[in-house]
């Protein structure tokens, strides 16, 4: 224990010292230490590995000990385990989602009036702040996953701190992770409690390569041959971490034919929700291989998964200050990445993680990944910091926004006559009530309706199969086509 600490909470709920990290409590007796922390000090800091079940655990309890007076507000990095979330916590109850559980994100919303936890996708909390900076309603907002260091989850946070310090006592704020550094973000929160728990998850072995992969190697060839090996040495469904759609759709289609008994099914963030569904339910009489990107590290449950190969991989938004341009880079993966993905093996019996690295390697890899605050475009948050009337210097940032990026973004933004000295202008107002970047929300509010289809092609996925023309005017025919 932490001497100089305040105090915290063990697992039978007695007060201790504050900023300690409790030792290793099984996740149930971590619920009730949670719970009293946060009813002491309103602000804790949760960790717990992949599979501990927190996810679902907490929201769930703070429902059932009528703790929380209001809805209880759950942040989720992506769509897929946003809806993933709330259809279990549905389940758990015996209800359809949309009634005590309900979610929203954009575009889809299932909610009614008895729903009292609500599942979002992180800018759906940055709207309701701007648009109502009490939260009314809101008694607690829960951020799931914080690892993955989202721009908009470490803006959402800092938001509600200074929401909470100055309109809100009573709410109640939590950070949830797997492989959190927990002190830091503690500290931020003022000293908050941190909450340990070592989960219910099975032991994994992991098996690096003996040797560095030769320079030679293709992707593709290495984790061919892993999966192959995987598939001989082990049993149950396997789940192959690579970088891309791309990475996944090549090994698709090498395993389709050397492993004809396997059932081979992708994932990643623009698969249609029915294959994506396909990925996370178990298949009745084939052994699953699951190719996914790094949306499956996430508090997704993928059933049946007793092996996990890695590529070692992962995919990122990097801002190019000299072209003003966000591009997607491959860079290798964190170790906090890698215990994250390595966990997934664990969650229903002891597990296998296959490597893509020697042994000797994993020391060269980086602790944690960036947080995208250090490497994005930070136009948006810029936009949304002058809309809240703040300076990144008022509010508590975990990272705060390096001054050359953010200087950047406030040149564009004047020149797109958003900002002026400084200050919101209302044509910057109006850009900021759009889920778009401001590029995009510019040129949708000055050229009007005939630009709505090119702003939806520019922010999104390609609506067209892999290998259609290129043709820019044949996708905005499709996206301007009435609905049948």
């Keep these: 224990m932490n001497s100089q600490s305040k105090h915290c909470v063990d697992a039978r709920g007695l007060f201790v010292n504050k900023g300690c990290v409790l030792d290793r409590l099984p996740i149930l007796d ?21 599979g501990a079940g927190k996810t679902t655990h907490i929201p769930l309890a703070l429902h059932a000990r009528n703790q929380i007076k209001g809805r209880i507000l759950m942040l989720e990095p992506r769509r897929l385990a946003a809806r993933g979330a709330a259809e279990r916590m549905a389940e758990t109850l015996g209800e359809e989602v949309g009634q005590t559980v309900g979610y929203r994100m954009r575009g889809e919303t299932k909610t009614s009036k008895a729903t009292k936890i609500e599942v979002v996708t992180e800018g759906i909390l940055i709207r309701m702040l701007q ?6 309603g809101i008694g607690c907002v829960i951020f799931d996953e914080f690892h993955e260091r989202a721009l908009t989850t470490d803006l959402g946070l800092a938001l509600c701190l200074e929401v909470q310090e100055a309109l809100r006592e009573d709410l109640q704020l939590v ?14 929160m003022g000293d908050a409690p941190i909450v340990q728990s070592q989960g219910q998850s099975y032991p994994v072995t992991d098996i690096h390569r003996p040797r560095p992969l030769s320079k030679d190697t293709s992707l593709e060839s290495a984790m061919a041959e892993l999966t192959h090996q995987a598939w001989t040495e082990t049993q149950g469904d396997i789940l192959v971490f690579l970088p891309g759609e791309q990475d996944i759709r090549r090994l698709e289609s090498r395993l389709t034919s050397s492993l004809p008994h396997a059932e081979i099914a992708p994932l990643y963030g623009a698969l249609k929700l029915a294959e994506q569904r396909k990925a996370i339910e178990p298949h009745a009489t084939k052994r699953k291989i699951v190719l996914a990107t790094s949306i499956a590290e996430t508090s997704l449950t993928i059933t049946g998964i007793t092996t996990v190969i890695d590529s070692g991989l992962s995919r990122r938004a990097r801002f190019d200050p000299a072209t003003g341009m966000t591009r997607l880079v491959t860079e290798r993966a964190s170790r906090a990445e890698a215990r994250q993905r390595m966990g997934r093996a664990g969650r229903v019996q002891e597990g296998v993680c296959y490597k893509n690295w020697s042994k000797a390697e994993e020391g060269t890899l980086p602790a944690f990944p960036p947080a ?28 705060p926004p390096p001054q050359a990026q953010y200087t950047e973004a406030q040149d564009l933004l004047a020149t797109l006559g958003a900002l002026q000295d400084g200050r919101i202008t209302p044509h910057g107002a109006a850009l900021a009530q759009l889920p778009l970047h401001p590029r995009l929300a510019h040129m949708l509010i000055t050229c009007g309706k005939p630009a709505a289809a090119f702003a939806a092609l520019l922010s999104d996925r390609d609506p067209l199969s892999r290998g259609a023309p290129i043709d820019l005017d044949l996708r905005a025919k499709l996206i301007r086509a009435p609905k049948t």
Excluded: Y
């Design 30 to 50: 971590a619920v009730d230490a949670f719970c009293a922390a946060l009813a002491q000090d309103g602000r804790v800091v949760l960790c717990a590995p992949p």
């Design 131 to 136: 648009n109502d900076p009490e939260l009314s």
């Design 175 to 188: 950070v949830m992770s797997a492989t959190l550094d927990a002190e830091p973000i503690a500290r931020l």
């Design 372 to 399: 995208e605050i250090e490497v994005a475009d930070l136009s948006g948050l810029v936009l949304e910091l002058a809309a809240w009337g703040a300076l990144p210097q008022d509010l508590k940032f975990l990272t």
